[in-house]
Structure formats: C-alpha cells, structure tokens
C-alpha cells in the first residue's frame, strides 16, 4: 500500500460539503482507507487574484492503486463534481480540484503526472493544511514544517470544524 498525499480545494458552490462527497468517492473508488485529514482553511485566490477565496484542506490515503489509476480516480471525482479541466481558466474559480502531492517517495515527470507535485513548496495554501497531518514528512529531500517556515502564511484562516 502506498501512502499519499491529496491536495483539495475550491471557490465555488458548497466547498466543504464537496470536501466530504469528494473523498468518501476517492476513497471509495481508490479502493483506499483515508489516514489523515485537514481542517479546511480560507484561502485567498492564487495565480489568479480576481475570483472569491478558496477553501483548502489536505488527506492522506493509502491505496494500492499506481500513481496513473489514482490520477485517473480523482480526475474522474472532479468531474463528477462539475470541473471539466479542459474549460475551466487555469489557476480559476472551480467547485473542485484535487491534486496529488506526494506518491510515497515516487519522483515522477511525466506529460500528466508530475511527482512530488511540481508547486508543492510555494503554496502556502497546500503546506498550511499539509503541515496539520503531515509536519515531520520529507518531500524531495525537505521537510513539510521547514517548507511551510519559508512562506509567508498571511491571509489563510482555519476554519471552524463542521462536526
């Protein structure tokens, strides 16, 4: 079984209880038990500025699926949840993106899959909620506390637990 870590987030519609839809059909279809999980943050908008917070959280499942048939699983959850990658602006609003972050310790760079994920240490909306469950786990030679010290963290907010 391999351990890995997800990245959600999204601006549009209800994020949070897409949250919980999303990964009960990623864990469900993955055939993957979920270790871990996030708060969900408020986020400001990355990349492009003129769109409504995001809100932001991370998972970590295991799963025995290879990195290309998990891809292949949550692109098929996003879809099922509205976002259609090809129309959507990039770095845009969308009811859902999921982006995996680290497969193990695979280092991978393909055309459709990049791994560890390519964004990973500037993102202070990914390393936030990735610091929560993940803070001692060494990515590309850098651990996730170390990374998240060398971001500025202004503007993210966690949000209260829905229960």
């Known amino acids: 079984m391999a351990s890995v870590l997800i990245a959600l ?42 769109q409504d917070p ?3 959280a991370c998972v970590e499942i295991e799963t025995g699926l290879d990195p290309h048939a998990l891809l292949f699983v949550m692109q098929k959850v996003e879809q099922r949840f509205g976002r259609m990658r090809d129309k959507d602006r990039r770095w845009g609003p969308r009811t859902l993106d999921l982006d995996m972050i ?16 390519p964004r990973l240490f500037e993102r202070a909306f990914v390393l936030v909620p990735l610091a929560e469950i993940a803070a001692d786990r ?17 503007g993210i907010e966690q949000l209260p637990d829905t229960g």
């Open 102 to 117: 680290a497969y193990d310790d695979v280092s991978m760079n393909k055309p459709d899959l990049t791994l560890p994920h």
């Open 9 to 50: 987030g999204g601006n549009v519609g209800d994020v949070r209880t897409t949250f919980k839809k999303a990964i009960a059909h990623i864990c469900g279809m993955a055939q993957a038990a979920m270790i871990a999980r996030s708060s969900d943050y408020a986020t400001p908008p990355w990349g492009d500025e003129d």
């Open 138 to 154: 060494v990515i590309s030679g850098i651990r996730v506390r170390d990374a998240l010290a060398s971001v500025s963290t202004q």
């Open 54 to 56: 995001f809100i932001n």
